[in-house]
C-alpha cells in the first residue's frame, strides 16, 4: 500500500477527530454520572423527608472524594499515563454511581457517592489534557473547547433518562443507569492510545517511535519533532508540586488554581442545587427538568462560538468576557420569579457558565510542562473541589429552610465570578497559536 502524503502536526485530520472522540467520551459518561445524581436528588429528598443539610451532606462527601481523587489522579497521569488513569478513573466513577441502588439513607448513599467523586474528579483535566497533546498548536483551543459538548450530551442524556426513569422506576433505577461507563473502559482498551508527548518525557522512545510510525503510516500525519524531546524523570507528587510553584510557573499556577475554585463552586454551586433549589421554590420535579432541559440545550452553541472564537480572539480575553456575563446572569436569575424570566436568565447564565468551561479546561491544562502537566492540572482541579466542599454549606447557611429562597445564593456566585475575571485578568497569559513546547519554555 503507497504511504499517505505527509501533513505537518498544523493540520487537523481524521486522526485528530479521533482523539477528540476518544478523550470526550470520557467527559460525557463523568457528566452522566454527575447529572444523574443533581436529577435523583429532587425524588431522594422527597421519598426520605431530608433537610438542607442531608443533602449538604450528600453533596460534601462527594466533593471531598473529588478533591482527593483530582490531586491524585491528575500525579498518576503523570506517572502511569493519561490512558491508564483515565481508565482507573472512569470505573471507580462507575461503581460508586451503581452502587447507589442500595443505599437505605443518606448516609449510606454519600458513602456510595464519596466512592463515585474519588474517580470523576480528575476525569475531565486529564481528558483535556490527552486532546491537548495531540492537537495542532493552531486549532488546539477549538479542539479542547469542543469537548464541552460530551458533557453536554452526558448531562441531556442524564436529563432524558430521568424523564423515562423517575416516574416509572424511581430513583434507584437512575443510579443503576449510572453503570454504563463502565462498558467505555473495555473499548477503550482497543481504541485508546498513549499521549507521544508523555512517552518521550517518560523516556519511553521505543514505544513513541512505534507510534509515530504507525500514525505516519495510518494518516499521513508526522509528530517526527517530538521524538528529540529531552526526557524528565518524574519524582513524585511532591517534587512536582514543588515545581508547580517555582519560577515561571508560579502565576500560571495560580491563575489555573483561581480558574478551577471559581468554575467548582459555581457549577456546583448552580447545576447540582439547580433542580432542588427550583423545586423547593415551588416549581415541581418534571417542571424543573424541562427547564434544565432547556438550559442544556443552550449550551451547544456557546460551545460552538467557544470553539471558533478562542484561536481567534484568545483565550484569555475570552474567559474574562464568559466570567462578567456569568456574573451578571447569575445576580439577575437569583431576583427573577416569573417562569418567562426564569428561562431567559437561566438560559443566560448557562450559555456564559460552558462558555467559561469550554475554554478553561484546555487553556489551564496548556498552562503546564508535559512533565507535570496532569500534577498542574490535576492539582488545579483539587484545588477547585475545595469550592464544592465549601459550597453546599454556604447555601445551607443563605437559604436555611428550603422556603426562604435563593436570591443571596446567586448573589453569591456573582461576585465571586466578577472576582475571577478580575484574577484573570491580572494574571492570565496568552497561548493562542503557540505549540506546547513553546509555552513550555
Known amino acids: 500500500m503507497a504511504a499517505l502524503p505527509t501533513v505537518t502536526e498544523e493540520t487537523i485530520t481524521r486522526f485528530h477527530w479521533k482523539m477528540e472522540l476518544v478523550g470526550g467520551l470520557s467527559m460525557l459518561f463523568v457528566s452522566l454520572d454527575i447529572g444523574l445524581l443533581s436529577f435523583a436528588l429532587p425524588q431522594v429528598v422527597?421519598?426520605?423527608?431530608?433537610?438542607?443539610?442531608?443533602?449538604?451532606?450528600?453533596?460534601?462527601?462527594?466533593?471531598?472524594?473529588?478533591?482527593?481523587?483530582?490531586?491524585?489522579?491528575?500525579?498518576?497521569?503523570d506517572r502511569i499515563g493519561r490512558r491508564s488513569a483515565l481508565q482507573l478513573c472512569l470505573l471507580v466513577t462507575a461503581l460508586g454511581t451503581a452502587l447507589g441502588v442500595v443505599s437505605w439513607d443518606y448516609i449510606s448513599l454519600a458513602a456510595f457517592q464519596f466512592i463515585a467523586g474519588l474517580g470523576s474528579g480528575a476525569i475531565v483535566p486529564i481528558s483535556s489534557a490527552f486532546v491537548g497533546e495531540f492537537a495542532p498548536a493552531k486549532h488546539r483551543g477549538r479542539l479542547t473547547s469542543l469537548l464541552e459538548l460530551f458533557w453536554i450530551a452526558g448531562a441531556l442524556i442524564a436529563a432524558f433518562g430521568s424523564l423515562l426513569i423517575l416516574p416509572q422506576l424511581g430513583w434507584r433505577f437512575v443510579f443503576l443507569f449510572g453503570a454504563v461507563p463502565a462498558i467505555w473502559v473495555v473499548l477503550q482498551f482497543r481504541f485508546m492510545p498513549e499521549s507521544p508527548r508523555y512517552l518521550v518525557v517518560q523516556g519511553k522512545h521505543d514505544q513513541a517511535r512505534r507510534f509515530v510510525a504507525q500514525v505516519k503510516e495510518s494518516y499521513g500525519l508526522s509528530y517526527d519533532h517530538l521524538l528529540s524531546q529531552a526526557s524528565h524523570a518524574n519524582n513524585g507528587a511532591l517534587a512536582s508540586l514543588s515545581e508547580l510553584w517555582s519560577g515561571s510557573l508560579i502565576k500560571r499556577t495560580a491563575c489555573a488554581w483561581l480558574i478551577w475554585f471559581v468554575l467548582l463552586y459555581t457549577y456546583y454551586g448552580v447545576f447540582i442545587w439547580w433542580p432542588t433549589l427550583l423545586t423547593a421554590g415551588g416549581v415541581t420535579v418534571m417542571r424543573t427538568i424541562q427547564y434544565m432541559l432547556v438550559f442544556l440545550g443552550v449550551q451547544i452553541p456557546a460551545v460552538l462560538m467557544a470553539a471558533f472564537l478562542v484561536d481567534v480572539i484568545g483565550r484569555k480575553r475570552l474567559l474574562v468576557a464568559a466570567f462578567s456575563v456569568f456574573g451578571v446572569a447569575s445576580y439577575i436569575f437569583g431576583n427573577a420569579s416569573s417562569p418567562s424570566d426564569i428561562l431567559l436568565w437561566g438560559s443566560v447564565l448557562s450559555f456564559a457558565s460552558v462558555t467559561a468551561w469550554a475554554i478553561s479546561i484546555g487553556y489551564t491544562a496548556e498552562m503546564f510542562p508535559t512533565r507535570v502537566r496532569g500534577t498542574g492540572i490535576g492539582s488545579a482541579s483539587a484545588f477547585g473541589r475545595l469550592g464544592t466542599?465549601?459550597?453546599?454549606?454556604?447555601?445551607?447557611?443563605?437559604?436555611?429552610?428550603?422556603?426562604?429562597?435563593?436570591?443571596?445564593?446567586?448573589?453569591?456566585?456573582?461576585?465571586?465570578?466578577?472576582?475571577?475575571?478580575?484574577?484573570?485578568?491580572?494574571?492570565?497569559?496568552?497561548?493562542?497559536?503557540?505549540?506546547?513546547?513553546?509555552?513550555a519554555r
Open 389 to 439: 466542599i465549601v459550597v453546599p454549606g454556604a447555601i445551607v447557611l443563605l437559604v436555611n429552610s428550603w422556603s426562604t429562597g435563593y436570591g443571596l445564593v446567586f448573589a453569591m456566585f456573582s461576585g465571586l465570578l466578577f472576582a475571577g475575571a478580575l484574577g484573570v485578568g491580572l494574571l492570565g497569559e496568552e497561548t493562542k497559536g503557540r505549540t506546547l513546547e513553546e509555552i
Open 46 to 77: 422527597g421519598v426520605w423527608g431530608l433537610s438542607p443539610i442531608h443533602v449538604a451532606v450528600i453533596i460534601t462527601a462527594t466533593s471531598v472524594a473529588t478533591l482527593l481523587g483530582s490531586g491524585t489522579a491528575g500525579n498518576a497521569a
